[in-house]
């Protein structure tokens, strides 16, 4: 039984997150697999993913996957990432395509009318590069995951797409570009982030430590 499987469906950066994990937990045995068998065993689950929406949706139906990736994340620590934490949701507007439904939201593009700095000058679409993360919402809390982590740190992010959550209380980060977006997500035994922690140095590497520890909140 694999300590964490990654979710192999075609898409992802999967490489560099299995390298990352095995920095960060060199003892643990870690696992890039499209074998459902194997993700239901695995005591967590990692969700990754870089490309479009439709795509995720189409190669996750076709591998046999879909249900899997629901069942893990209500029954093991989840963590999603990029891709991975826009396909949780129940619609995206990337093709008109719906997701997995686990989470209440949907995913819009970038406003173009909207993507302007504070001197008005356009800002890129999509958003790449390093942006500081703030950690919950205004008088929430701060999740575990984010132990040891300065509140405003900076992670990388490479996105045309963004989560918006039906529900204030899954929101666990926000970013700026240029108005305020969901970065982070929580619920239960799913943690979930819009930026790339493999790619995203010392701050990234500890939050995958801390998925290594994090029990995940069962219902």
């Not at 701060?142 to 209380?169: C, K, N, T």
């Amino acid at each position: 039984m694999a300590d964490i499987a990654i979710i192999d469906y075609g898409m992802g950066n999967l490489l560099s997150v299995s390298k990352a994990f095995e920095h960060v937990a060199p003892l643990a045995e870690i696992v890039v697999t499209a074998d459902p068998a194997v993700i239901k065993a695995a005591t967590r689950v990692v969700f990754p993913g870089v490309g479009a929406m439709p795509d995720c949706m189409r190669e996750l139906a076709a591998r046999g996957l879909t249900d899997v990736v629901k069942t893990a994340a209500e029954n093991k620590p989840f963590l999603g990432i990029c891709l991975g934490m826009q396909a949780l949701f129940a619609h995206s507007e990337e093709g008109d395509c719906a997701g997995l439904g686990l989470l209440p939201g949907n995913v819009r593009l970038f406003p173009a009318d909207a993507m302007k700095d504070e001197a008005g000058n356009k800002l890129k679409v999509p958003h790449i590069g390093w942006n500081q993360v703030h950690q919950g919402v205004e008088g929430g809390h701060r999740h575990p995951m984010w132990a040891g982590i300065d509140d405003g740190e900076r992670f990388y992010f490479v996105h045309s797409y963004y989560a918006e959550p039906a529900d204030p209380a899954l929101v666990a980060g926000f970013t700026h570009y240029p108005f305020a977006f969901t970065c982070a997500v929580a619920r239960d035994n799913v943690f979930a982030v819009q930026f790339h922690p493999e790619k995203s140095q010392a701050a990234g590497l500890h939050l995958l430590a801390n998925f290594i520890t994090w029990e995940g909140n069962p219902r």
